[in-house]
């Protein structure tokens, strides 16, 4: 099986930084695209960045200009670079893969257990 295992949240006062990374282990799989997912208390989970396997990105219009979706193929790993955070990227913030096992014929999405960004005002 496929596992993704982020780290790098944490605290961080309003106008930091914070860099996540999420790698997936396992055997026998290839990888599609790659994400970066966030819940705020209360609200419901939405996008914040996508990279395809060609390095193609997509981010949500909230963090356009303040954080860098990047990957590693070899590594199987994806990054999220914030800069400028503030308040209201307080969140669980959750690494998303579309993965494929070796011989099978779907793509299904794999994802992270999730890691706390806060951000203090």
């Known amino acids: 099986q496929v596992q993704l295992v982020e780290s790098g949240g944490g605290l961080v006062q309003a106008g930091g930084s914070l860099r996540l990374s999420c790698a997936a282990s396992?055997?026998?799989?290839?990888?599609?695209?790659m994400g970066w997912y966030r819940q705020a208390p209360g609200k419901q989970r939405e996008l914040v960045a996508t990279i395809t396997s060609d390095g193609t990105t997509n981010y949500a219009d909230s963090v356009k200009g303040r954080f860098t979706i990047s990957r590693d193929n070899a590594k199987n790993t994806v990054y999220l670079q914030m800069d400028s955070l503030n308040s209201d990227d307080t969140a669980v913030y959750y690494c998303?893969?579309?993965?494929?096992?070796?011989?099978?014929?779907?793509?299904?999405?794999?994802w992270g257990q999730g890691t706390q960004v806060t951000v203090s005002s």
């Open positions: 396992g055997s026998r799989f290839s990888i599609n695209t």
């Open positions: 998303n893969a579309q993965v494929r096992l070796w011989g099978a014929l779907r793509w299904s999405d794999r």
